[in-house]
């Protein structure tokens, strides 16, 4: 059945997809988060994962921490990347996978799309796919991924359970989360709950 979608969802996304639309495309702006290349090296992650990406691999990464921190990821499995922005991640999946193995990275923004099915076809990963979709419903069949990871993104979805029950829908039985995302322990007052720029970043 597909999810019921009310008129501020729309709003929402069409708001977050201007938003990364413009991290796609002009990455050399100055944004109210951090992006690209320093935030990668914010977050930690190894210099090993990064060697060899060329600079439209990471110039519009914007995520939060580092999913592959959380767990390994074993050649020949398939991974799933919720909300795969410009494929950062994906392109370091890929590698792990290796060409017996599967990436799919999902997102809802064509810009994003664009860049990250580029930047796959140029370092020649051809296991590494895009899908447009959302995150509250993949584009992914039932029982079909080892591995679901997300980096920043389940934090702008205003519904998490569906995004959740979707997770656990597309995982195999025995399939790993390695998730990247923000947790707030304080009740979020409802002025913010309505701020939509609050919502974008
Ligand atoms: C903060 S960026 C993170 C991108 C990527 N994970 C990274 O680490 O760079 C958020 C991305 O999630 C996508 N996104 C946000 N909400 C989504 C949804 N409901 N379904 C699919 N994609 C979504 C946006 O289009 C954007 O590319």
């Not at 979707?166 to 979020?188: M, N, T, W």
Request: glycine residues 8%.
């Amino acid at each position: 059945m597909a999810t019921q979608i009310a008129p501020e969802v729309d709003i929402l996304r069409r708001e977050i997809q201007e938003k990364y639309t413009e991290v796609a495309s002009s990455p050399e702006l100055t944004f109210h988060f951090h992006h690209g290349l320093p935030l990668a090296k914010i977050l930690e992650y190894p210099e090993d994962l990064l060697a060899g990406l060329p600079p439209e691999a990471v110039e519009s990464f914007a995520g939060v921490g580092n999913p592959f921190s959380v767990g390994e990821i074993a050649p020949g499995e398939t991974v799933l990347d919720i909300g795969s922005g410009c494929g950062f991640d994906c392109m370091i999946a890929g590698r792990f996978v290796g060409p017996t193995g599967k990436v799919i990275g999902v997102d809802m923004t064509d810009a994003m799309l664009e860049r990250s099915r580029k930047t796959a076809k140029s370092l020649g990963l051809a296991q590494v796919e895009f899908k447009k979709g959302f995150a509250e419903e993949l584009p992914v069949p039932d029982n079909s991924v080892d591995v679901v990871i997300s980096n920043g993104v389940i934090n702008l979805t205003p519904d998490k359970y569906a995004v959740f029950k979707e997770v656990f829908r597309v995982l195999k039985p025995g399939g790993r989360l390695h998730l990247a995302d923000i947790v707030v322990y304080k009740q979020v007052p409802d002025e913010a709950k309505e701020d939509v720029d609050l919502w974008t970043a």
